[in-house]
Each structure stands twice: as C-alpha cells, then as structure tokens.
C-alpha cells in the first residue's frame, strides 16, 4: 500500500501486493480476530510507520478479505476473472498508468488510493495485483489449503505442480496424518 520507489519493479511489486493480499486475507479471518496481527502482516510488508488501526478500519478490511478470499480460491481462471470484474466494476477507483512525474517506470495506478480508508485500499490495490496475475498466467491466482485444519489461502505462483497446501507444515502434517492411518489400517 505504499508508493514505488525509483526502483520499483512492476513484476516483484505485483507478487509483493498478491502475497500481502493472501497474508492479510488469512489473518482477516473470522477466527482471528486480533488487530495486532493484522498490523504485523501490514508491517511486514512494507507499511511504514506506527499503525493505529481502529476497530472501525479491521471492520473495513475483513469486509473486504471476504470476496479476496472468494478469488484467491477460485476453482479456474474464468471464475476468478467474473469475481474480479465484479469487484473492479462496483469500486470508486480508476485505473491509470503514472511515473509519478517521471520517478518510476509507467505502471498502473489506482486513483484515491493514497487517502482512501484501509479498506478500499486493501481491496483497491489487490484487485489490481490479482487481475495481473490472472491475466499473465491464465489461471486462478491462489488456492486454499487442502489440510482440513487450515483452510488458510495461498498464492500460487509457480507454473508446475499445483499447490495443495498452504505451507510445508501443512503438507508434512497431512503426510504424516495419511502415513499414520495407512500403518494403523495394516
């Protein structure tokens, strides 16, 4: 949610913005309802300064988590581009390509963003990161953990193998839950 630099890199600013997205929309979750550690996810990627988030602003951005959350688990790049333009029709914002006076490369920017709430922010500037990423891979841009314990979702970057899980931990945890019941089966 902060400005490019001058060495602002529009693909690494777009996998940034989608792995902020998958963060913040897990720990938005329903279950965990801790301002503090949406704070930290916010710190944690980039966001300067002291964040005195009001109960008003987490309100706002679990709002907007909910249909984020709908796109990142997305079974197929056509759903994920419907849950999109939705969410890009109905918000305030429009598109437009700036260098901020010459300082950065052309990229596309998203007018009120700056002085928006937290909310449009969240939404605004990962719809724009989401729809990047379905346009250049044709296909959904996250999954949800396949663990039964986790359900967090994930940003599915790599062209290969798809993802199950959200983590290693998840993925080891299952394998070794399915290792477990297969040895007391026999």
């Not at 949610?1 to 529009?10: L, S």
């Not at 890009?88 to 990229?107: C, F, Y």
């Not at 953990?145 to 983590?167: D, I, K, T």
């Amino acid at each position: 949610m902060t400005r490019p630099g001058a060495d602002w890199n529009p693909r690494h600013s777009v996998q940034a913005t989608a792995r902020r997205t998958a963060d913040l929309v897990n720990a938005l979750a329903p279950e965990r309802p801790d301002p503090a550690a949406v704070a930290d996810v916010l710190r944690a990627h980039g966001e300067p300064g002291p964040l005195d988030l009001t109960p008003d602003d987490i309100t706002q951005l679990r709002a907007a988590a909910v249909p984020l959350r709908a796109v990142l688990a997305a079974p197929d790049a056509d759903t994920a581009a419907a849950l999109l333009n939705t969410l890009l029709r109905d918000s305030a914002h429009h598109l437009r390509l700036t260098s901020h006076g010459g300082g950065t490369p052309w990229h596309p920017r998203l007018d009120r963003h700056d002085d928006a709430p937290w909310g449009e922010r969240f939404l605004a500037s990962s719809c724009l990161a989401l729809t990047v990423l379905v346009w250049d891979q044709q296909r959904p841009p996250g999954g949800t953990c396949a663990s039964p314990s986790c359900r967090n979702v994930f940003l599915a970057q790599s062209r290969g193998l798809e993802r199950r899980y959200c983590s290693r931990r998840c993925a080891t945890r299952e394998r070794v839950a399915a290792h477990r019941r297969a040895r007391a089966a026999t």
